[in-house]
């Protein structure tokens, strides 16, 4: 049997993955352009009150709500890579729609609520195609590694993006820089064009598929009853409605009473996100010390505190207090979302992980639009800093669910999360794990791989799905 030399099986050499990657990195750093771009052109060019801000952010999260669930059984049933190149492609369109009616003096704001929605439904379908396309791409050992590569593009794409955003709007104006963004797509979509390789057919059974309704209730249904991941459903999706309240009103807190321009920050969020990078690496290594449950209840605790950070900044301590609350939030958040992944993967049986995924996204993503309405509403009638206030209180109960649940006392992963779970009625899932059953040493190799899935998990300060 002929062996392989090291170095054979490298991704480097892999013409089809460096395709994927090359499409991911550069449309990974393009988004954090619309992430600064799209809400400032609302609050400079259009002169955005808060409620219309409000909006803007809600009309980018609602997709998750409206077609989230059905996307995930959707995408079970046809070929993923028509997918990504078409949400690519229509996300390029629909951004590039932006800077021309710009250039044409007809930019209004029912466009970005618009374009805000209908790009918002392409990055569901995207977000949910691509998890699943990577392991139709590469080998099953190749996996971790394909992952890490990836994750390296995004995390790059944190660290320096929001500066380039930033000073890239006050160059040539926040209308103009979404043009980028939509370039960044089409880029995206010519490489996953010229990737060669065929998935495998898609299976369909010989009585047909179920009515999608029915796979919606077994999804549903297995995250509600089963106690591990109900409250991490809880906690995250509690977390999520709050930060995108505070998110809702920040930027125009940062302009109009920290007196910041778009450059600063831009920074300011650059020099934040290090806590992101800081967070994946430590963060198999505190569930190994503290154990598993006490590292997801411990870190959903720390990620509770920099929302009180946030109202106490004064335009003297703006730089310090937000960097400092940017990195707390993204140590605390990156060690909550590769543990929590991470134990989702591995308790939910494979024919239930993409109902899992698309389940979950549902419950934990489904609460941003309304707390950005809400956001919205809160800071035009009670003011900016007070609506930053509500959110910072709310956000501190965010870590009760799973401290009050078996998470807790969990000291490795359960060595399995149950046989056929979830696969009746959707009215419960049997053989679901508890703390006390044998458990297998926290996977540190799948920490990249976790973290590359924790778009499922909180959302990141500044962050809009997609890229």
């Known amino acids: 049997m002929k062996m392989r030399r090291p170095g054979e099986r490298s991704l480097y050499r892999h ?30 060019f259009l002169h955005a009150n808060v409620f219309q801000v409000g909006v803007l ?33 229509g996300r390029a369109a629909i951004l590039g729609s932006i800077p021309l009616a710009y250039a044409l003096h007809h930019l ?68 103009v820089a979404i043009a980028v963004d939509a370039l960044s797509y089409l880029w995206s979509a010519i490489w996953v064009l010229t990737i060669r390789r065929k998935e495998p057919p898609v299976e369909v059974p010989e009585d047909g598929h179920p009515p999608i309704r029915r796979d919606i209730a077994v999804g549903l249904g297995y995250i509600w009853h089963h106690p591990l991941l109900r409250p991490i459903a809880f906690c995250t999706a509690n977390s999520n409605l709050w930060s995108s309240m505070m998110m809702a009103v920040f930027l ?12 600063e920050v831009g920074t300011i969020l650059a020099l934040g996100n290090v ?12 569930a ?19 929302g009180v950070l946030i109202p106490l900044v004064t335009q003297p301590t703006a730089w310090p207090l937000l960097i400092l609350a940017f990195n707390l939030f993204g140590i605390a958040s990156v060690v909550y979302n590769v543990n929590q992944v991470s134990l989702r993967q591995a308790i939910t049986p494979m024919q239930m992980q993409g109902r899992m995924n698309a389940t979950m996204r549902f419950m934990v993503w489904g609460t941003m639009p309304i707390g950005s309405l809400a ?13 930053l206030w509500v959110a910072a209180v709310g956000g501190l109960l965010s ?39 044998p458990a297998r040493e926290f996977p540190e190799d799948g920490v990249a791989a976790a973290f590359h899935d924790s778009e499922e998990g909180l959302l990141e300060p500044g962050r809009v799905p997609g890229g």
Not at 405 to 428: F, H, K, Y
């Open 375 to 387: 956001g919205g509403i809160l800071g035009n009638r009670i003011g900016l800093r007070p609506t």
């Open 252 to 263: 125009l807190f940062a302009y109009n009473r920290l007196d910041l321009t778009p450059g």
């Open 15 to 44: 013409g089809d993955f460096l395709r994927l990657w090359s499409a991911e990195t550069i449309s990974v750093l393009g988004t954090q352009i619309t992430v600064l771009a799209l809400p400032t052109t609302a609050i400079l």
């Open 108 to 175: 209004e704001m029912w466009h970005l609520y618009l374009a805000a929605f209908l790009t918002g439904i392409c990055t569901v379908f995207f977000d949910v195609a691509y998890q699943s396309y990577l392991p139709a791409l590469v080998d099953r050992d190749q996996l971790v590694d394909g992952n890490a590569k990836l994750e390296i593009s995004r995390s790059g794409a944190q660290l320096a993006g929001p500066g380039i955003a930033g000073w890239l709007i006050q160059l040539i104006k926040a209308p």
């Open 399 to 437: 870590f009760l669910p799973p401290l009050l649940s078996p998470v807790r006392s969990l000291q490795r992963i359960p060595e399995t999360g149950g046989d056929e779970a979830g696969e009746g009625d959707g009215d419960g899932a049997s053989g679901t794990p508890d703390a006390d059953r």
């Open 275 to 286: 806590g992101f990078v800081v967070g994946a690496v430590v963060s198999a290594r505190v």
């Open 57 to 89: 952010s809600t009309m980018e999260f609602l997709p998750f709500i409206l077609v989230g669930l059905p996307a995930g059984v959707w995408v079970d049933r046809i070929r993923r890579r028509p997918i990504l190149i078409a949400g690519d492609l």
């Open 288 to 306: 190994k010390v503290v154990g598993l449950g006490p590292a997801i209840v411990g870190s959903a605790l720390l990620f509770c505190i920099p």
